[in-house]
């Protein structure tokens, strides 16, 4: 019984030796995460400085170039351009990606018919069908969307469908027990119980699909930032290129961590203060 | 120190009285393994009767067939007279694996059958709070269940089958994931909260000791297949001190005669 209670203490005392004041700000996450964005940027200043290509702007020159694009109105334009079907497709895979992959795994029926599909779906090198896309649908809205749910969407209905398939079934018995209805079994025990990896899903989803968005404006439909993206390019406007480069990845970050919030807000409040 | 409170009853399929739950005729199979055959049993209300036997003897099945959650091949089970097939308002179940929702408050999971029912917020709310003081959890409402011992988690599920307010509660194995000294102590306020409560409780164990000491009526199941091998009412007084029952001759005896009837199934 003894040994229990040291066991514990020699855990907890043993990194704490020696540098007990410097764990405070090695345990400060929101320190630390700026501290890696600074670190981040003073790389890419010295490495722009070096230089290691006349094609690599340092971090000061491309901060310059990515306001003076705000300024003059193209990066807002641009975005303005991608924003809308990327947000819709996102959007439209998320509805269609989770409710697709429950029904899949609650139906044996629909898991034969769709998920096959999905599987082959997501093994296929999909970025392949972006230029048949824009064969059958043109250059406009229409093809950029679908380029989005092509990329976004089998990782999505995959991940729900497992999620749903492994959900905890001594949770489904006491829903039972206590009288749940089909539709609170799968709204209060299957949904939330399978959160954790539709949300995962989700976030290689969204990931996706700004891979999609952008590929389609690089490979089709010159405009927004794909466009914005090849036309500094082709003028050597490196600076500007590599802020807009920069600024659709910062986005898709922002996107990821904002769906991370949602998920412990909404769903998986319990894992707030992990 | 002799403890003329202890008194064991007759053995062997005493007079049936007042009967909540009637088991009739109930045959369940699981592909070739036969788990129950032809189990007649009558439940009083108002008792205490465990099932007791060796594991795989089909306690849970019988138990999950009286929750309603699984099917029987044959035979009936009824309910006040009221003859079941699916899981009703006058059952609760308490599992042996807590099966709480990770993502709710203890306040939440307790009044989650109520929630289910479609009761307004505020009104299972009250009712959860009271049932959670009932269990001697009460400053635990806001916590999750990853936050709590094996020990309270089940606590939660035993608030949670209290508070809908069912006539039988159906308890499998609950103390199996809980530790001796939680186990021990859970055993005493049970006895309490059946005293106070008046409830039916069935509760599988496997263990010969927790029968005897919180039992009416202990129902002793043979395995392969799960037949009634004997039913036994201990009789004790649990009004003493739990310690004293503990070290008194006639529970250690009646503990001797199921561990004597039991022996042979062991392997
Ligand atoms: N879902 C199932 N599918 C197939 N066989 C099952 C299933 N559930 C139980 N069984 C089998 O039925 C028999 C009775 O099982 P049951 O769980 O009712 O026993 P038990 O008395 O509760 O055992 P334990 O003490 O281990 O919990 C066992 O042989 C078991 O393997
Ligand atoms: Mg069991």
Redesign the interface.
């Known amino acids: 019984m003894a040994g229990v209670g040291t066991e514990g203490g020699a855990i907890s005392l043993a990194p704490s030796t020696g540098r007990s004041d410097a764990g405070r700000w090695q345990d400060n996450p929101t320190l630390l995460r700026v501290l890696s964005v600074v670190l981040f940027a003073g790389i890419w200043q010295i490495a722009g400085m070096i230089p290691v290509s006349f094609a690599f702007p340092t971090f000061v020159d491309t901060f310059t170039a990515f306001l003076g694009m705000i300024a003059d109105g193209s990066l807002p334009k641009a975005y303005l351009s991608t924003l809308q079907p990327l947000i819709l497709g996102v959007v439209l895979s998320t509805f269609l990606g989770v409710g697709v992959g429950t029904l899949c795994g609650l139906w044996r029926t629909g898991e034969w018919l769709f998920i096959p599909i999905f599987i082959v779906l997501q093994a296929a090198p999909v970025a392949a069908f972006i230029p048949m896309v824009t064969f059958i649908y043109g250059i406009g809205m229409t093809a950029k969307t679908l380029a989005v749910m092509i990329l976004a969407l089998p990782v999505i209905v995959l991940n729900t469908y497992k999620a749903v398939r492994n959900v905890n079934v001594?949770?489904i018995?006491?829903?039972?027990?206590?009288?749940?209805?089909r539709w609170?079994v799968v709204s209060?025990?299957i949904l939330?119980?399978a959160?954790p990896v539709i949300f995962a899903g989700l976030r290689l989803g969204v990931a996706a699909g700004f891979v999609g968005v952008v590929l389609a404006e690089l490979l089709i439909t010159p405009t927004g930032i794909g466009d914005l993206i090849t036309f500094h390019r082709s003028r050597a406007n490196y600076a500007a290129m590599y802020a807009t480069i920069a600024s659709i990845i910062a986005l898709s970050t922002l996107t990821l961590v904002a769906l991370e919030w949602v998920e412990t807000r909404m769903?998986?409040?319990?894992k707030r203060g992990a | 120190m002799r403890n003329a409170t202890l008194r064991k009853g007759p053995t062997l399929m005493p007079e049936p009285v007042d009967a909540i739950v009637e088991v009739r005729g109930v045959s369940k199979s699981y592909g070739n393994v036969e788990a129950l055959r032809g189990i007649d049993l009558d439940f009083p209300r108002g008792k205490l009767t465990s099932l007791l036997g060796p594991s795989g003897c089909g306690k849970t099945t019988l138990l999950?067939i009286i929750?309603?959650?699984v099917n029987a091949d044959a035979g009936t089970i009824s309910v006040n007279g009221r003859t079941v097939s699916k899981?009703?308002?006058e059952?609760?179940?308490v599992?042996q694996?807590f099966?709480l929702?990770?993502?709710a408050t203890v306040l939440r999971n307790v009044a989650?059958?109520l929630?289910?029912?479609g009761k307004a917020a505020a009104e299972r709310e009250k009712i959860a709070r009271h049932y959670i003081g009932e269990v001697g959890l009460a400053g635990f409402e806001d916590k999750?269940?990853?936050e709590l011992s094996g020990g309270m988690r089940q606590r939660v599920g035993l608030a949670?089958a209290l508070s809908?307010d069912a006539d039988v509660l159906l308890l499998d194995e609950p103390f199996s994931a809980v530790d001796e000294q939680n186990r021990r102590k859970f055993q005493e306020d049970l006895i309490r909260l059946r005293t106070t409560q008046n409830k039916t409780f069935i509760f599988v164990t496997h263990s010969i000791e927790e029968a005897v000491y919180i039992s009416d009526r202990i129902v002793l199941l043979s395995p392969r297949p799960g037949r009634i091998s004997q039913i036994i009412e201990p009789e004790i007084d649990r009004s003493v001190d739990p310690d004293r029952i503990h070290r008194d001759k006639h529970y250690l005896d009646t503990v001797e005669e199921i561990w004597q009837g039991l022996k042979q199934y062991v392997d």
């Open positions: 001594s949770l018995a006491m829903c039972q027990s206590f009288l749940g209805t609170q209060r025990i939330p119980d959160s769903f998986r409040p319990e | 999950k929750a309603g959650l899981p009703g308002p059952r609760a179940f599992f694996d099966a929702l990770p993502w989650f059958g929630e289910l029912r999750y269940p990853h949670r809908v």
